[in-house]
């Protein structure tokens, strides 16, 4: 148990459509970054927020984008969906320069 | 940006066999982890290791950042230990983010 928490834990989108992937970071954490993970391979870095703001991008379009509240909880958002994105969506939290511990994991597939 | 390479890719060991697990990373680091990935996609934090070695029951790490690498050794395997292993770096002095190798696929046979 790593006490961070996503949901929804499946999801079912068509192409063109938006999304929004949640992420409750575990207590005292003050950073939260989103990995996506597509089949067979290894996580690939999204975004990172620290205190609210985005700090760290990864090489993913504007298209992918996200919240970071003041309770540390976070958003990634997905708009207009293609079947490439079909993937495990992975949030991890930290405090900073500490190890990450990750939630179960979002699985998105679109068609 | 730096590079992660795991070896082997793939290992089927029977039950009770004892394994070794590489992680090659390409430049100084930050951060290191070693990960366990689950049947249903959670990573399961095994070891926070940028340095040194450090042993939980049957796993136990090794870094040797000097030389760029660190190895995972399971031993007494369990059909449990089955599945992707993970190593992800930080690069040190770099943006906050991990690295994730391809991974190492073990599969424990009873």
């Known amino acids: 148990e790593t006490g961070v928490t996503q949901s929804p834990t499946h999801l079912i989108k068509t192409r063109g459509q938006q999304v929004t992937l949640r992420c409750s970071s575990q207590?005292?954490?003050?950073?939260v970054s989103w990995y996506q993970q597509a089949l067979g391979q290894g996580p690939q870095f999204i975004f990172q927020?620290?205190?609210?703001?985005?700090?760290g991008r990864g090489n993913f379009p504007p298209r992918f984008s996200g919240l970071q509240f003041p309770n540390y909880s976070s958003e990634l958002n997905v708009n207009a969906l293609e079947l490439d994105d079909s993937a495990l969506y992975l949030c991890a939290s930290r405090r900073t320069n500490t190890e990450a511990f990750f939630g179960q994991g979002t699985r998105l597939t679109v068609v | 940006g730096i590079q992660v390479e795991q070896s082997p890719p793939d290992l089927i060991l029977q039950e009770g066999a004892n394994s070794t697990l590489r992680c090659n990373f390409s430049d100084s680091v930050n951060n290191l982890q070693w990960f366990h990935q689950n049947p249903w996609g959670q990573l399961i934090n095994l070891f926070y290791i940028p340095s040194g070695t450090k042993q939980n029951g049957r796993l136990s790490a090794t870094t040797v950042a000097t030389e760029r690498y660190s190895l995972l050794y399971i031993s007494s395997s369990q059909t449990t230990d089955s599945g992707v292993y993970f190593c992800a770096v930080e690069e040190y002095q770099g943006a906050q983010k991990l690295v994730f190798g391809q991974g190492t696929r073990l599969t424990i046979n009873p």
């Open positions: 207590s005292g954490h003050n950073t």
């Open positions: 927020y620290y205190r609210e703001e985005e700090n």
